[in-house]
């Protein structure tokens, strides 16, 4: 008996060390670029699979929510697009608190580089804004304004509302806050996204600020502001306005 519970006992554990996970190490390796283009013909039950959410989306995204007269196009130190994606977000922060007199945008958030006269899509602001960035109210003090607007300066110029200047030698100059110079003793209550707001692209001077979080996505905003158009009967004329420029 002593002798079968040994054999028992011996197959057993054989079996559960046949059934261990064996540990593998990688002897070599070669990288090759395998190119993906057109030339590859689609896999037919992959498409098929696909179709009802493309067509869903597809629906979605194709809803025209309002036109513009004008196209828009990305540029710096300033641009019509900018000014039309700066100003919403100004309009979106001022609903929450009447009190907020800035907008900035960061030129590398706007995604597409220009968006044609005519009809304007869900799917065209989706382009223009993919990240669910938030719009966030900053208290940024008067002294870190100056020091915003000079880091908005070395960058060539950002979307901006409610604020002007004038760039020389890299550096903000004639400041004006609601067309006024701005006092570095003042509380300025400034509309951001998120991403800025927490020290994105470089604007860790702002972390110190209090930040008030909201629950309006930027593209929202955008879209709220292109629809509001709409039901007006009136189209998007964004302009520029010499926010701002460069010195001669």
Same mark, same amino acid.
């Given at each position: 008996?002593?002798?079968?519970?040994?054999?028992?006992?011996?197959?057993?554990?054989?079996?559960?060390? #046949?059934?261990?996970?064996?540990?593998?190490?990688? !002897?070599?390796?070669?990288?090759?670029?395998? =190119?993906?283009?057109?030339?590859? *013909?689609?896999?037919?039950?992959? =498409?098929?699979?696909?179709?009802?959410?493309?067509?869903?989306?597809?629906?979605?995204?194709?809803?025209?929510? %309002?036109?513009?007269?004008?196209?828009?196009?990305? #540029?710096?130190?300033?641009?019509?697009?900018?000014?039309?994606?700066?100003? *919403?977000?100004?309009? &979106? &922060?001022?609903?929450?608190?009447?009190?907020?007199?800035?907008?900035?945008?960061?030129?590398? %958030?706007?995604?597409?580089?220009?968006?044609?006269?005519?009809? $304007? =899509?869900?799917?065209?602001?989706?382009?223009?804004?993919?990240?669910?960035?938030?719009?966030?109210?900053?208290?940024?003090?008067? =002294? $870190?304004?100056?020091?915003?607007?000079?880091?908005?300066?070395?960058?060539?110029?950002?979307?901006?509302? %409610?604020?002007?200047?004038?760039?020389?030698?890299?550096? !903000?100059?004639? $400041?004006? #806050?609601? %067309?006024?110079?701005?006092?570095?003793?003042?509380?300025?209550?400034? *509309?951001?996204?998120?991403?800025? !707001?927490?020290?994105?692209?470089?604007?860790?001077?702002?972390?110190?600020?209090?930040? @008030?979080?909201?629950?309006?996505?930027?593209?929202? !905003? $955008?879209?709220?502001?292109?629809?509001?158009?709409?039901?007006?009967?009136?189209?998007? @004329?964004?302009?520029?306005?010499?926010?701002?420029?460069? #010195?001669?």
């Amino acid at each position: 008996m002593n002798r079968l519970k040994q054999i028992v006992f011996a197959l057993g554990w054989s079996v559960m060390a #046949a059934c261990s996970s064996a540990h593998y190490t990688v !002897a070599t390796y070669q990288p090759k670029l395998i =190119t993906i283009s057109d030339t590859i *013909a689609p896999d037919k039950s992959m =498409t098929a699979f696909l179709q009802p959410y493309k067509q869903k989306m597809d629906s979605n995204m194709n809803q025209v929510i %309002g036109t513009s007269e004008v196209s828009l196009s990305k #540029a710096q130190p300033e641009s019509n697009m900018g000014n039309f994606v700066a100003d *919403a977000q100004l309009e &979106a &922060a001022q609903k929450l608190n009447a009190k907020v007199q800035v907008s900035v945008v960061n030129y590398g %958030g706007l995604r597409i580089p220009f968006i044609g006269k005519g009809n $304007i =899509t869900k799917g065209k602001i989706y382009e223009l804004m993919p990240f669910d960035n938030m719009v966030t109210i900053v208290d940024v003090p008067g =002294t $870190i304004l100056v020091e915003f607007c000079n880091h908005i300066a070395k960058r060539k110029g950002w979307p901006v509302s %409610g604020l002007s200047f004038t760039i020389k030698n890299e550096q !903000a100059e004639g $400041i004006l #806050a609601n %067309g006024a110079a701005i006092n570095p003793h003042l509380i300025y209550k400034v *509309a951001l996204s998120d991403y800025i !707001a927490n020290g994105g692209d470089d604007c860790d001077f702002l972390k110190s600020c209090k930040r @008030y979080p909201s629950p309006v996505f930027l593209r929202d !905003a $955008i879209m709220d502001k292109v629809k509001a158009g709409a039901l007006a009967q009136n189209s998007i @004329y964004a302009t520029t306005q010499n926010r701002i420029i460069y #010195a001669d």
